[in-house]
């Protein structure tokens, strides 16, 4: 099983943006958690982070027959982008969505998420933890 991971903007920047909201540990650690997860769970995981629109659904679109599932925190884009929402509908593979943090608790304009009602399941506030989650629900859900 091969799941592709994507992280949007300024999740590159982990570890010095924001971290009383988004924590001390950097993208790379980011990368390193998720591919550990993925370990200990017997999939194969590619992460990959753009801060760019377009280059996320490429992404996705790219996804289509040759992963099994996407996890995906699409960060700001999250409450703007209905070209990722519709993305996601085109391909059509299980998704599920992360955040770092507790986005419901947050302010209003967060409390949108387009690319939230194409996937099966939202993980929040949970840190990285989240992205664990989210590889074991698509485990489960594919199996
Ligand atoms: C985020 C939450 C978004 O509202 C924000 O724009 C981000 C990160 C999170 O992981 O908590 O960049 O997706």
Redesign the pocket.
């Known amino acids: 099983m091969k799941l592709l991971v994507l992280n ?4 590159n920047m982990l570890g010095i943006r924001e971290p009383a909201v ?1 924590g001390t540990k950097n993208y790379a650690a980011l990368v390193d958690f998720i591919e550990q997860s993925a370990k200990e769970e017997g999939v194969e995981a590619d992460c990959f982070q753009s801060n760019h629109e377009g280059v996320l659904v490429d992404k996705i679109q790219e996804a289509l027959g040759v992963y099994d599932g996407i996890v995906i ?4 884009y ?2 703007t982008s209905v070209a990722i929402l519709d993305a996601l509908k085109a391909v059509s593979l299980p998704a599920v969505e ?4 507790k ?1 419901s608790e ?1 302010e209003d304009f ?1 409390q949108i998420s387009y690319a939230g009602l194409a996937c099966l399941k939202r993980y ?1 506030g949970l840190g990285f933890d989240g992205y664990r989650e989210a590889i074991r629900f698509l485990k489960a859900y594919c199996k």
């Open positions: 949007g903007p300024n999740l988004y925190n699409p960060a700001a999250t409450h992360v955040h770092l943090s986005v947050r967060r929040e």
